[in-house]
Antibody, heavy 116, light 107 residues
Framework: QVQLVESGGGVVQPGRSLRLSCVVSGFTFRNYGMHWVRQAPGKGLDWVAVIWPDGNRKYYGDSVKGRFTISRDNSRNTLFLQMNSLRVEDTALYYC?????????WGQGTLVTVSS | AIQMTQSPSSLSASVGDRVTITCRASQDIRNDLGWYQQKPGKAPKLLIFAASSLQGGVPSRFSGSGSGTDFTLTISRLQPEDFATYYCLQDNDYPRTFGQGTKVEIK
């Protein structure tokens, strides 16, 4: 079955960096654009970034543009999010998802806490 | 960026009630809109895509309508398992944008 497993979250000080990973199984990863979506504690959903299936096109949300970089390794069915210059307001549960009708699948999320 | 204004932010309703949630886009997004349901501690789940198409396995009491800038999610007869938070998402352009969410609570 479809499975997305995020990892790499943790507690980090403001200004530092963190790299998230998402390992995918159960569908043909290289055929799908992939997204990161985050949710701050008790808040709504916030779209972060997308990468095209071949990795050649990327888009970012306004709040992370210039600080976060999305990438992928299709040989390892893995999606990444490099997060630099982290801010307190980046504290959230980060989900990876193809954000498509089929499969409508999300990981369990990985929690990033930015705090001094 | 396209802004999605969702209302109400919360509502209280009883089992069996008809519930309506609206989303307004800041520009024409044709029918490029989805509706998601999220329960506490869980990932979101797609209910409606392309504004009015029911995702497989979703009960028929859920329906979506609208095009252009104004969209509606309707739950015809609220069931206990429908108490959750609902979000709209525009997939017309990047960056993608979600509505602020509507929490449906038990009256």
């Amino acid at each position: 079955q479809v499975q997305l497993v995020e990892s790499g979250g943790g507690v980090v000080q403001p200004g530092r960096s963190l790299r998230l990973s998402c390992v995918v199984s159960g569908f043909t990863f290289r055929n799908y654009g992939m997204h990161w979506v985050r949710q701050a504690p008790g808040k709504g959903l916030d779209w972060v970034a997308v990468i095209w299936p071949d990795g050649n096109r990327k888009y970012y949300g306004d709040s992370v543009k210039g600080r976060f970089t999305i990438s992928r390794d299709n040989s390892r069915n893995t999606l990444f999010l490099q997060m630099n210059s982290l801010r307190v307001e980046d504290t959230a549960l980060y989900y990876c998802t193809p954000l498509t009708v089929t499969p409508d699948s999300w990981g369990q999320g990985t929690l990033v806490t930015v705090s001094s | 960026a396209i802004q999605m204004t969702q209302s109400p932010s919360s509502l209280s309703a009883s089992v069996g009630d008809r519930v309506t949630i609206t989303c307004r886009a800041s520009q024409d997004i044709r029918n490029d809109l989805g509706w998601y349901q999220q329960k506490p501690g869980k990932a979101p789940k797609l209910l409606i895509f392309a504004a009015s198409s029911l995702q497989g396995g979703v009960p028929s009491r859920f329906s979506g309508s609208g095009s252009g800038t104004d969209f509606t999610l309707t739950i015809s007869r609220l069931q206990p398992e429908d108490f959750a938070t609902y979000y709209c998402l525009q997939d017309n352009d990047y960056p993608r944008t979600f509505g602020q969410g509507t929490k449906v609570e038990i009256k």
